[in-house]
Every structure is written in structure tokens, then in C-alpha cells.
Nanobody, 121 residues
Framework: QVQLVESGGGLVQPGGSLRLSCAAS????????MGWYRQAPGKQRELVAS???????NYANSVKGRFTISRDNAKNTVYLQMNSLKPEDTAVYYC???????????????WGQGTQVTVSS
């Protein structure tokens, strides 16, 4: 099995910063795409940012220039540095990873349990 454990959420004032981390562990041969989605109350889950194993990144327009996604392939960990946070960034943030398992087969998509980010004064 594969587990994704997130950390780094919390309460921050508008204009502040937070750094989310998501570490994958378990029966992992390799991880391809990794990234973050978020879901605010009453809204659909949306892609925030993603990164390929080679480091190619993709961002939602709403976070471009404020958020930075990165990963450490040796640690099977993805990060999301969030700066200039706004109240509309308030949501539960979920990490994901597309994993090739040691048991073989195709890629399997795994999700973290979610971490709350609240931006409020």
C-alpha cells in the first residue's frame, strides 16, 4: 500500500505565507505526477498546482505568481509554498501522487487526507 501524509496547514492572516508538505511512503517504485487540489465549502475541488517528475509545473491562474510547487524525488515529497495568501484561498488542500508500485502494473492515483488552510484576519 501507499500512504500520503500532509502537513503545514493552519490559520494565517491575509498576506501571510504557509508551506504545505506531502510525503508518500509504502510500496513505491516510482512517482510520476504530484500536486495539490483544494476544495472550499460549497465549491468543487479544483487543481491548484502540479509537477512532473522532471520538474515541469502547472498552476491554476488564481495562484500564479503567489504559489510555488516543488518536489524532492529522493524523499517522495511534494511541497506547496503559498505566499500573499488571500481569504479566497481558504480551503481543504489535498495532495495527490501518481504512483508506480513495486508490485508492478500501471500508475495508481493516491490522495492525502487533506489539510485545512484558513486565511482570515
Amino acid at each position: 500500500q501507499v500512504q500520503l501524509v500532509e502537513s503545514g496547514g493552519g490559520l494565517v492572516q491575509p498576506g501571510g505565507s504557509l508551506r504545505l508538505s506531502c510525503a508518500a511512503s509504502g510500496s513505491i517504485f516510482s512517482i510520476y505526477g504530484m500536486g495539490w487540489y483544494r476544495q472550499a465549502p460549497g465549491k468543487q475541488r479544483e487543481l491548484v498546482a502540479s509537477i512532473t517528475r522532471a520538474g515541469t509545473t502547472n498552476y491554476a491562474n488564481s495562484v500564479k505568481g503567489r504559489f510555488t510547487i516543488s518536489r524532492d524525488n529522493a524523499k517522495n515529497t511534494v511541497y506547496l509554498q503559498m505566499n500573499s495568501l488571500k481569504p479566497e484561498d481558504t480551503a481543504v488542500y489535498y495532495c495527490f501522487a501518481d504512483v508506480q508500485r513495486l508490485s508492478g502494473g500501471g500508475l495508481v492515483n493516491y490522495w492525502g487526507q487533506g489539510t485545512q488552510v484558513t486565511v482570515s484576519s
